[in-house]
């Protein structure tokens, strides 16, 4: 079953934080491109949330 993706945006910060679940310390991140990082699960390697910065 696919999960429901939840979107928010941080005005101070203007980053938009997309979540797959909520974030938890065990993942791994990575910037994929400039002002994009991405959280993804320590198993599956699957990105569970992406962060946008200067959205």
Do not use: Q, W
Request: charged share 30%.
């Amino acid at each position: 079953m696919d999960s429901k993706l939840t979107f928010e945006y941080d005005r101070i910060g203007d980053t938009l934080y997309i979540n797959k679940c909520t974030p938890y310390p065990e993942k791994e991140s990575a910037e994929i491109e400039y002002g994009v990082v991405a959280s993804f699960h320590p198993k599956t390697n699957e990105i569970e949330n992406l962060e946008v910065m200067f959205f």
